[in-house]
C-alpha cells in the first residue's frame, strides 16, 4: 500500500456534505469519514480515497478475483471498490469511470480478507448511486478487459449511496485465485 499515493476524494457535487480522511501509517491504509445525505438530492452522497500516481499495480489477468485484506471499525453497508478508467458510453452514466462493485467487510474490527469475483465488476454502473446496473456475468461488454487486469492503472475504495460512518484499515489489495 505505501508504494502507491492515495488521496481523499468528497463529494462535492449539488452541495454534498460527506467528508472523509485518508492516511498512511504502519503499513495501512486508513479511511474514514462520513456519508451523509445531499441536501438537493435527499440521497446519501459519497466519499472516496484512490491512488493518483503513475506506479503500476501488479498484473492481475491471470487471476479471477481482487482481494483485500482489510477491517472496518464501523457497520456500513455502501463499501464499493473500483479500478481502471473505463468508460462504458452505452450506460449513459456521465461521471461512471472504471469497474466496480460492492463489497462487504469482515465483521467490525477483524482483519480478513474479501474477495470479489472479476464477474462482479462492472463499467456499467449508477453515478448517482455507484450500484451497478448490468455486471459483467450479465454482459461481457462490460467485463474487465485483459488490458485494464495487467495495469489497474488507479484504484479507488468508496463509502457511498448508504448514509453512516465510514472507517477501514487495509494491509493490501491484491489479484486472488490465481493461475
Not at 94 to 103: D, E, N, R, V
Amino acid at each position: 500500500m505505501p508504494n502507491h499515493k492515495w488521496v481523499e476524494n468528497n463529494d462535492p457535487v449539488m452541495g454534498g456534505r460527506s467528508t472523509g480522511t485518508t492516511t498512511i501509517g504502519k503499513n495501512l491504509l486508513v479511511f474514514n469519514g462520513s456519508v451523509v445525505d445531499v441536501p438537493a438530492l435527499k440521497a446519501p452522497g459519497f466519499i472516496t480515497t484512490m491512488t493518483t500516481d503513475r506506479s503500476p499495480w501488479n498484473d492481475v489477468s491471470g487471476c479471477k478475483s481482487l482481494g483485500m485484506e482489510l477491517k472496518s471499525n464501523t457497520e456500513y453497508a455502501g463499501y464499493r471498490v473500483s479500478f481502471g478508467k473505463a468508460h462504458a458510453l452505452v450506460c449513459k452514466k456521465f461521471f461512471a469511470y472504471g469497474y466496480k462493485s460492492h463489497f462487504d467487510a469482515p465483521p467490525v474490527g477483524q482483519f480478513g480478507t474479501v474477495v470479489i469475483p472479476f464477474s462482479n465488476f462492472s463499467d456499467c454502473w449508477d453515478d448517482a448511486t455507484g450500484k451497478v446496473i448490468t455486471t459483467c456475468a450479465e454482459d461481457s461488454r462490460f467485463c474487465p478487459t485483459k488490458k485494464t487486469l495487467q495495469n489497474l492503472e488507479t484504484i479507488s475504495i468508496w463509502g457511498e449511496g448508504v448514509g453512516g460512518d465510514v472507517h477501514l484499515e487495509v494491509k493490501s489489495i491484491f489479484g486472488a485465485d490465481c493461475n
